[in-house]
């Protein structure tokens, strides 16, 4: 009986001895690697420029008192949102009160030596053409009278001094907003060198502040100065957390200096910041004062550009490349410079012409200067060739 390694023997040797084996027999010739191929072509793409941006309450307002008193009741909840003309801070009102009816008083007795005055120069005046009359008395009556309505017009300014004062107790909100918290308690003395007392900041809307370089700038007012300015683009959020802002706003400031330091120009938008929720009562917004996000520039309008999947580039010490395919058929190393990117497709500003073939399946087949296989991307694999097959 033969031994079974014996039989097996020659299909160990035969790859050393370099003879075929039926299983190699059958195999065919390898040839050029398939590859997929897009075509360079315009799509239209919706630009977007990224920033970082802080966003900034369009109303602020630091609450001071107007007048030394006592601080007798704190009318607000910290944190709160608060409308105009909501009474805040209730200062004490008694002695403001009695002066101010000090000063009416003061302005009844004016009153009356004003209307004494001028009954006098009425009577002077009559007896001015009989016997008995001066000029002189008529002159003096006169005079008097002048002289008691100065006092009074003084008595009045007082008293509206007084008035003021006594408003000045009650401290109100003059917009509508979110307040913070409070730095004086009840029962302590105020004075307007007792410093804020509360801050009150706008809540809807909110701008939001970012500056972009001046060669940005300059990109950016060629790009839409002629579609709009800058009602061309829009303002999108991304916000701390990664999530996209659920508003859009506008630009609606471009500064008028650039920053020598930075070589920057600050630029603002404007946008919505609406009620999200309540909790306890308290509106809750997304954007909050202060707060740092990222700003996208959006063109309102797409444009044509010529556009790749962006799949297709790769990247190595000397920059951005993808490989063509010339035509012979051999993969070509081909530098670009990119553009913008939108989804799964980048804009090429240079490297590239309208029609070019770009490998986009089976890159790492490709070999700088070897013969490829193409067949437009997404077909399947095309057929292999044998080495010399005609095509």
Sequence with gaps: MIDRRVRFLPLLLAPMLGLATPAAA???????????????????????????????????????????????????????????????????????AADVAAKQAAVEQAQAQLQLSGLTLGRAQTLLNTPAGQQSTVDSARATQLSNEAVLAGAQAQLDASKINLNYTEIRSPIAGKIGRTAVTSGNVVSPGSGVLATIVGQDPMYVLFSISTRT???LRQKYASAGGFAAVVIHLKLPDGRMYGQTGHVDFVDNTIATNTDTIALRGTIANPTIDTVNG?????????EFVTVQLEGVEPVQLLAIPRAAVMSDQQGDFVYTVDA?????????????????????LSGLKLGDSVITEGIQRARPGQPVNPAPAGAGPPPQKAPGAAP
């Design 328 to 348: 012979d058929n051999k993969a070509v190393v081909t530098r670009v410079k990119l553009g913008q990117t939108s989804g799964t497709l980048v804009s090429i």
């Design 26 to 96: 059958q195999r065919p010739p390898s040839g050029p690697p398939a590859v997929g191929v897009t075509k360079a072509e315009t799509l239209p793409i919706t630009e977007t420029n990224s920033f970082v941006g802080r966003v900034q309450a369009i109303n602020r307002v630091d609450l001071v008192a107007r007048v030394t008193a006592f601080l007798e009741e704190q009318k607000f909840v910290e944190g709160a949102e608060v409308k105009p003309g909501d009474l805040l801070y209730q200062l004490e009102r008694g002695p403001f």
């Design 217 to 219: 700038g300059l990109e």
């Design 282 to 290: 308290n509106a809750v917004r997304e954007l909050v004062d202060g």
